[in-house]
């Protein structure tokens, strides 16, 4: 939605983001790394969007958001559908929806959606769903709408707050970050050069919690946006689990709040929760740290209940945890009990089609004794960065192999 120069300061050399970079490149946006990982993106006056590479666009989720996105300067073009994990019926309708009441019309054709435009100001809008995506779909639409829109059941989210903090960079007005209300003052045209610090990943801090938890080591994680896994953080505790949290200190983009986290060993001491553990919305515990509960609930004394509400095939991912010897029960296809604790046994297993999922089979392969194989970790390495050599770094003994 910028005209102007966009940097991004550290960010992630991971495969969605390739992914989203090629489609970029592919409408004749610009697009360089320099040192440090920064990333610079220039947007030209006039993108080719008949040029739009549909196969990269086909590999993630986060195409949707170039409807709210390009709406404000092309009355009619096309999104191939999105892809990214593989989580059961994940309609498409909310963010239809949405932006509809920005005046635009989708439907749905073989492959890709066409979009039309006959803009409009929506004044106040009600989300069909309480989505990050759909929230930020309706955010870029509203940055450029110059008349004021209130965004009601918006996600309050990490991801929803950082690109908040990112168009107040670019002179749009929002009120209500971290709410379910947002209250938007767009620009018309936004032409700045603007630098911005994307916020740490708390997820990914979540990753390395729960790594140290099931393999029973002491690591310190640095750099944590903690007051956005607060929740999880206290069901460690209650669990057992001894956590030291430091004095906290400002992200590089001078608005969240981090602090560095000393993970303690537990030294097989933690117990199950009595209640069931399930995501729910902000700020509460977040879908995408549900399933790092797994390996950690294996290592806990007693039955844990994990109900993953959200989503219809992501509770049966969990059940390939049994390969690495933990005891899974499937309930239903939301509901699965953990009995711990699990000696955790080595395998060869290959990546289920959901990030999460599949990261839990490296943890438990942490955990587990002897030499064991993972394969097409490509659906890893959509959200991790490096992970392998972080992970040796700490300690463990991982060789990637390119098969050919």
């Not at 008949?50 to 009619?76: E, F, Q």
Request: net charge neutral.
């Amino acid at each position: 939605i910028n005209y102007g120069v966009t940097r991004f300061k550290s960010f992630p050399r991971i495969e969605e983001v390739y992914r989203i970079i090629e489609v970029l490149e592919s409408i004749g946006v610009q697009v360089k790394w320099l040192p440090d990982n920064d990333l610079e993106i220039r947007r030209p006056e006039k993108l080719e969007l008949d040029k739009l590479d549909a196969v990269a666009a086909r590999k993630t989720r986060s195409v949707l958001m170039l409807i709210g996105a390009l709406l404000h300067d092309y009355p009619s073009f096309k999104i191939p559908y999105a892809g990214g994990c593989k989580l059961g019926e994940r309609t498409v309708e909310p963010h239809l929806f949405a932006l509809e009441e920005f005046g635009v019309s989708i439907v749905a054709k073989s492959g890709h959606y066409n979009v039309t435009v006959n803009k409009k100001a929506p004044g106040e809008i009600v989300l069909y769903e309480s989505g990050n995506t759909v929230t930020n779909n309706a955010l870029l639409a509203a940055a450029r709408t110059p008349q004021q829109t209130t965004i009601q059941a918006a996600s309050g989210d990490y991801m929803v707050q950082d690109l908040c903090y990112f168009l107040r960079k670019l002179g749009v007005a929002i009120d209500g970050i971290g709410s379910q209300f947002l209250t938007v003052k767009g620009v018309e045209r936004i032409k700045k050069n603007v630098t911005y610090a994307p916020t740490e990943d708390p997820i990914e801090a979540m990753f390395f919690i729960s790594a140290a938890v099931t393999t029973n080591s002491k690591i310190t994680i640095h750099r944590v946006p903690y007051k956005w896994i607060g929740l999880e953080l206290l069901k460690l505790k209650k669990m057992g689990l001894k956590l030291h949290i430091s004095e906290p200190y400002k992200a590089a983009n001078g608005m969240v709040d981090l602090a560095d986290i000393v993970v303690e060993k537990h030294n097989g001491n933690l117990k199950a929760l009595n209640e069931k553990l399930h995501p729910n919305l902000y700020p509460g515990l977040n879908p995408d740290n549900l399933p790092y509960f797994v390996p950690i609930a294996a290592t806990c004394h007693g039955r844990t209940l994990i109900h993953d509400w959200m989503y219809e095939n992501r509770a049966l991912y969990f059940t390939e945890m049994t390969k690495v010897g933990v005891q899974v029960e499937l309930a239903d296809p939301h509901r699965i009990y953990i009995t711990g604790p699990t000696k955790f046994s080595a395998a060869d297993v290959t990546c289920p089609p959901a990030l999460r999922p599949a990261s839990l089979l490296l943890i438990g392969m942490l955990a587990a004794q002897g030499n064991s194989i993972l394969r097409n970790v490509y659906t890893i390495n959509r959200g991790y960065e490096d992970i392998a050599e972080r992970l040796n770094s700490l300690g463990a003994h991982i060789t990637v192999l390119h098969e050919i």
